[in-house]
């Protein structure tokens, strides 16, 4: 069968990403989606565009399936002399606690949306936005395991260096797959908690108009029981697992030794780490209630599956390989979800699983038109297209509709935001990729902004350009007799 990776696609739209996602789940190249029916249902799909109701009745049977399959992969519960699961009681077994009253959630979120159309003004809707991005992450990370590459996990890199072992046999495509899944489908469900106080000003601009009147605001706050779980979270979110450092200290020269005491013997050499930069950052972002920390607080709080994490808390207890690869994949999936709008954690490479959800959820810009698109009638779309995505090269190309000023600041914010995640920080010099990312007017207004980014174990440098000049965005304004002297070197920041 035919298979065209994303990046050789003209276009990133529905009607280019939906046969492939067919091509793919007839090659069992999306194997960790074992029911029958959530199959057909995706063989099914609109391939002209993706509607509401198949993107909203699809999220619970993917979730499930994720998590089912994840679950089986992990010997302590499913043993490989099990086989597979077979009748309706072995299946149930494996069942996904919790996703009932996750999807209960997700309903009222579509529901929701209704109001943080007002609250925002360039609020786009997220029942179709998830499901795309799953879509658009499953062909990358398969393109990926087509040319014998994987997404970048620390815990398995780690482990595969000390044991000389490939990460493809500590961790398989399809685990990836179904973690993927679950980080695409949760990664917003956060939303709506972030948006309160946009609903409190636009309420508050509309009744000043009115008269003074008293409103007493929509508010929350997290009870203080509630605390000791979230601070919980918080640390498994920021921690790191490791070998003992007792062990590293007499480890066995030879490898073979090293791989049976450490991945076959089954004995307890691992130990969890809180990393305290990551904790600081994780409780800021929880402080200034940025939704991707939400979401993975409420799927740690919602799934049985999170529940039931190892984490290494004391001396008492390290952690044998089983427990510590199982801790690995749960914390994977927490933090891709949590780092997505946290611009406080930087990126050293592009190949996680977290950065490939930021370019996600960036691209999946088509089929979301604004609150303010719909009411001025705009029939043209944002469009996006991905060049390059590999662990040394990303480039990819955006086109807004909107007036100049509009397309000014969307720009200004994207690229402020990617300078901000691959500034200068500890570890810069290991960088050994490049980002080059183009927006463009969808609607035939002059103006090309060029974000450039380049680290290849040396001096990093931004490049800022509009219409081939030199260009600041974090200045509001520019004079035009002011472009007009700047060349178009590189902007160093």
């Known amino acids: 069968m035919n298979i065209t990776k994303v990046t050789d696609l003209r276009q990133l739209e529905d009607k280019n990403l939906v046969p492939e996602l067919k091509k793919r789940l007839t090659d069992r190249r999306l194997a960790f989606i074992t029911s029958e029916d959530c199959q057909r249902y995706l063989s099914s799909l609109n391939e002209g565009e993706i509607d509401h109701e198949s993107a909203s009745e699809l999220w619970q049977p993917l979730f499930e399936n994720a998590i089912a399959y994840l679950k089986r992969s992990d010997p302590r519960e499913w043993a490989e002399d099990y086989g597979e699961p077979s009748t309706i009681e072995e299946k149930s077994s494996l069942k996904a606690f919790g996703v009932e009253k996750l ?24 029942t179709r936005h998830v499901f795309r991005v799953w879509i658009l992450g499953a062909l990358l990370l398969d393109d990926w395991f087509q040319d014998a590459k994987s997404p970048y996990i620390e815990f398995f890199k780690d482990v595969a260096d000390e044991v000389v072992e490939p990460v493809g046999s500590l961790i398989s495509d399809q685990e990836i797959q179904a973690m993927w899944c679950i980080i695409a489908l949760s990664h917003d469900l956060g939303y709506p908690l972030q948006k309160v106080d946009s609903i409190n000003e636009q309420t508050r601009t509309m009744l000043r108009q009115y008269a003074k009147v008293n409103l007493q605001d929509l508010n929350f706050d997290v009870p203080q029981q509630h605390q000791f779980i979230n ?4 640390k498994f979110i920021s921690s790191t697992t490791m070998l003992k450092p007792e062990l590293m200290k007499k480890k066995p020269k030879n490898k073979q030794e090293l791989k049976k005491k450490v991945i076959q013997s089954k004995e307890p050499v691992f130990r969890t780490h809180v990393q305290s930069k990551y904790y600081l950052k994780y409780s800021k972002s929880l402080e200034d209630f940025q939704h991707g920390i939400f979401s993975a607080i409420l799927l740690m709080r919602s799934l049985t599956y999170f529940l039931e994490s190892d984490f290494d808390m004391d001396d008492l207890k390290p952690l044998n390989y089983d427990d510590a690869k199982q801790c690995a994949i749960r914390r994977e999936i927490l933090r891709a979800i949590a780092c997505h709008t946290c611009e406080e954690i930087y990126h050293i490479r592009p190949d996680t699983l977290g950065f490939l959800l930021i370019i996600c959820d960036e691209l999946q810009s088509w089929g979301r038109p604004t609150f303010e698109d719909m009411q001025i009638g705009e029939r043209r779309q944002p469009s996006a297209k991905l060049n390059k995505f590999s662990s040394q090269e990303v480039d990819c190309e955006l086109n807004f509709p909107g007036s100049k000023d509009d397309l000014d600041a969307r720009t200004k914010g994207l690229f402020k935001r990617f300078h901000k995640m691959l500034r200068v920080a500890v570890d810069t010099p290991e960088r050994e990729f490049t980002c080059h990312i183009t927006v463009k007017s969808q609607t035939g207004l002059p103006g090309e902004y060029k974000f450039g980014f380049e680290a290849q174990k040396r001096k990093p440098r931004f490049q800022f350009l509009k219409n081939g000049r030199r260009w600041n965005p974090w200045v509001a304004r520019q004079k035009r007799s002011t472009q007009k002297q700047q060349s178009a070197s590189p902007t160093k920041i």
């Not at 609250?119 to 786009?124: D, I, R, S, T």
């Not at 601070?231 to 918080?234: A, G, K, T, Y």
């Open 103 to 126: 999807n209960e959630y997700f309903v009222q979120f579509r529901e929701f949306e209704k109001i943080l159309y007002g609250a925002e003004k360039y609020y786009h809707e997220h």
């Open 231 to 234: 601070d919980f979270i918080l």
